[in-house]
């Protein structure tokens, strides 16, 4: 995929109106909650550093929890993930909306992933979440065909945030209107070559850094735009409720 085909964040709330009321008439795009992971407090920062540091900062204050910073464990892979590795597509006859076959999407996640090159697990036999809230990918992630069950399998597994290089422009699309996670870009190439699955990482969208609590280093994040409200509203549907585009539940 060509640098220049990278999603453009402005374009989902240009769309917005237009997609709310050609498809609000015919779909309910309601999903059930899923797993919650702890959240790491904001930290104070100091001035701005090199986009890449591998000394500790000095001073780090925590205050109090940010809903858009997330810490924990995370999951590495490389280039071109396509969507039939993130959910294969004899898995497609699942329906979100119901809350069984949403956790069974959840448990599905990244499975089709070969083991020879990915050995740990995603989501560990039998478990219906991932331990691995974090994803660090490559460039171009989930190309290939088009599904919405791609970013909410992930979503449904407990995934809060994805950094990669860039993503197909449809899956990044997809994760903004089903509000699933957060696909973030990196202003580096190197992340996803430089942390190993398990590394311990917090995401801090405000301030824009990924910290590999790990190994030290820290990497600069681009700006989510216009996309972040929807995300955090729970996705389209949720956030045409919430600023008035559509009637809400309770007054429909």
């Not at 407090?41 to 925590?62: G, H, I, K, N, Q």
């Not at 850094?209 to 949720?238: M, S």
Request: aromatic share 8%; charged share 15%.
């Amino acid at each position: 995929m060509a640098a220049g085909d990278r999603p453009m964040t402005g374009e989902i709330l240009l769309s917005l109106p237009a997609t709310i009321l050609s498809l609000s008439s015919t779909f309910n795009l309601r999903f059930p909650s899923r797993p919650s992971f702890p959240k790491c407090p904001s930290f104070s920062r100091s001035p701005p550093e090199p986009l890449l540091s591998t000394a500790p900062r000095a001073a780090v204050t925590p205050s109090s929890p940010s809903p858009t910073t997330f810490h924990g464990p995370c999951y590495v892979i490389g280039d071109n993930i396509d969507t039939d590795q993130i959910i294969p597509a004899e898995h497609l006859t699942l329906v979100p909306s119901k809350p069984d076959e949403y956790q069974k999407l959840g448990s599905l996640a990244l499975c089709g992933l070969p083991s020879s090159a990915y050995p740990v697990p995603f989501v560990l036999s039998g478990a219906a979440s991932t331990p691995f809230p974090i994803v660090i990918a490559g460039a171009n992630f989930g190309c290939g065909s088009s599904r919405e069950h791609a970013p909410v399998a992930l979503g449904a597994a407990g995934v809060r945030a994805i950094v990669a290089e860039y993503y197909a422009r449809i899956f990044f699309r997809n994760s903004v209107s089903t509000g699933e996670m957060f696909p973030l870009e990196s202003e580096e190439t190197v992340i996803w070559k430089e942390c190993t699955t398990g590394d311990i990482v917090t995401v801090d969208l405000d301030e824009r850094w990924l910290t590999n609590h790990t190994t030290g280093k820290e990497y600069r994040l681009k700006p989510i735009g216009d996309a972040g409200p929807v995300i955090e509203a729970g996705g389209i549907f949720a956030y045409a409720r919430k600023t008035g585009m559509i009637a809400s539940a309770s007054t429909a």
